[in-house]
């Protein structure tokens, strides 16, 4: 039992490129998040999802997008990445029942130069 | 506009000592509260948490105190170890989404 995986741990971005931030949960759960933290601050919800199909944006869209096509998989995107979207990326599951304990992954350390 | 407040940046204790975390927050419609341990380079992990119709939560060394009436919690570690050492980060939550404070960095000294 995994958890919560990311991948790429890490990776430099040229100003203007894209790239896919990967997520997978092997726990089945329908609620999933991505959160991203600035140095020195907390976690602000980029994009969540309640099951497959389903996503809605959180506290900081702007310049993300996401999907669910599956139960297990939740990518982000950056489309045109800008020095503001340095960062690390944590992607989150919970199960959608009770208090809800989000469990989270290890983390994407993104740089944009 | 900060719904959770974490106040202290930083905390120093004695290796088994208590260590007390605050946490205020705004917002009356948080369900419940967690606290979460984050070591660097790793991804948060949850640690306690407690039902906004509670006021205390028990696990082990952790305990969560809730004053509803003061919008404040805490979380008291007792005996500390080194090995608690981390970045602590409080959420309120409501509807199944978390907001988090900016959290507070334990070090605890051998």
């Known amino acids: 039992n995994a958890g919560v995986t990311q991948t790429p741990k890490f990776r430099i971005l040229k100003i203007g490129q894209s790239m896919t931030l990967q997520c997978t949960q092997d726990?089945?759960?329908?609620?999933m998040y991505w959160y991203r933290q600035d140095p020195g601050m907390g976690l602000k919800l980029i994009y969540y999802?309640?099951?497959?199909?389903?996503?809605d944006k959180g506290e900081v869209p702007n310049g993300y997008n996401v999907s669910r096509s599956t139960t297990e998989d939740f990518p982000l995107r950056l489309e045109l990445a800008a020095p503001s979207q340095t960062s690390v990326y944590f992607c989150a599951s919970s199960s959608g029942q009770g208090i809800e304990t989000q469990y989270f992954g290890p983390g994407t350390r993104l740089l944009v130069l | 506009d900060q719904q959770v407040k974490q106040n202290s940046p930083s905390l120093s204790v004695q290796e088994g000592r208590i260590s007390i975390l605050n946490c205020d927050y705004t917002n009356s419609m948080f369900d419940y509260f967690l606290w979460y341990k984050k070591y660097p380079a790793e991804g948060p992990t949850f640690l306690i948490s407690i039902s906004s119709i509670k006021d205390k939560n028990e696990d082990g060394r952790f305990t969560v105190f809730l004053n509803k009436s003061a919008k404040h919690l805490s979380l008291h570690i007792v005996p500390s170890q080194p090995g608690d050492s981390a970045v602590y980060f409080c959420?309120?939550?409501?509807?199944?989404?978390?907001?988090f404070g900016k959290g507070t960095l334990l070090t605890v000294n051998p």
């Open positions: 726990m089945n759960h329908n609620y």
């Open positions: 959420g309120g939550g409501s509807n199944y989404k978390l907001t």
């Open positions: 999802s309640v099951g497959a199909g389903i996503t």
